[in-house]
């Protein structure tokens, strides 16, 4: 079946500095990779559509500046997190789209700011 | 506002019996819905799509409904077994001039041996 691998799958990192991370469709091309932060006991919430070749399409509320998304290949798309604060701190995972009804998800990045 | 509601509170139940997970949402008119597992510090994994078409869909030890006039979808996993113990999300496809997910909290699932 379909692989999505994340890395790293956990970062502890200070505050004010960047963190990025990974997301790769191993055995498949995904020409749209999602991401989403999931805060304990709570839904996945979209963050960000990637396509690509083309400029990420972030959702209301979040900051495209902070919030950077690259998708230059079609197996590999990053999201790097600028001048983290603890606030940040959450669950990422990215997800690689193979047709429109199915996603497959990443194992997820746990960082954590301090 | 748009919602998706699944039982915020666990299901426990005993190994062999059927385990039966609700998914209710407003607002919404989904051409499809999903059910994903989701064990503690994992990524979500799919399990079964239903179309708004479609009534029942299937697969092995699993049934999912969906009626759209109750706006309520029933994940059921039957003779339940303690490896079947995580967390259940539904999912909700919109189209809005592209598809769109919306997930639910998801309900947490413990089955006791």
């Known amino acids: 079946g379909a692989v999505v691998s994340q890395h790293p799958s956990r970062v502890i990192c200070k505050s004010g500095t960047s963190v990025k991370i990974e997301c790769r469709s191993l055995d498949f091309q995904a020409t749209t990779m999602f991401w989403y932060r999931q805060f304990p006991k709570q839904s996945l919430m979209l963050m960000a559509t990637s396509n690509e070749g083309s400029k990420a399409t972030y959702e209301q509320g979040v900051e495209k500046d902070k919030f950077l998304i690259n998708h230059a290949s079609l197996t590999l798309s990053t999201l790097t997190v600028t001048s983290a604060h603890p606030e940040d701190s959450s669950f990422y995972i990215c997800s690689a789209q193979t047709s429109p009804q199915t996603q497959y998800f990443g194992p997820g990045t746990r960082l954590l700011v301090l | 506002s748009q919602k998706i509601e699944q039982n915020s509170e666990a299901l426990n139940i005993q190994e062999g019996k059927t385990a039966t997970l609700t998914c209710n949402y407003t607002n919404y008119s989904p051409a499809y819905l999903q059910w994903y597992r989701q064990d503690p510090g994992r990524g979500p994994v799919f399990l079964l799509l239903?179309?708004?078409?479609?009534k029942e869909k299937r697969k092995e030890r699993l049934k999912v409904t969906f009626d759209t006039t109750l706006k309520q979808s029933l994940f059921h996993i039957t003779a339940s077994q303690p490896a079947d113990s995580a967390t259940y999300l539904c999912a909700l496809d919109y189209n809005t001039g592209g598809f769109k997910t919306i997930f639910g909290a998801g309900t947490r699932l413990f089955v006791k041996a």
């Open positions: 239903i179309r708004e078409n479609e």
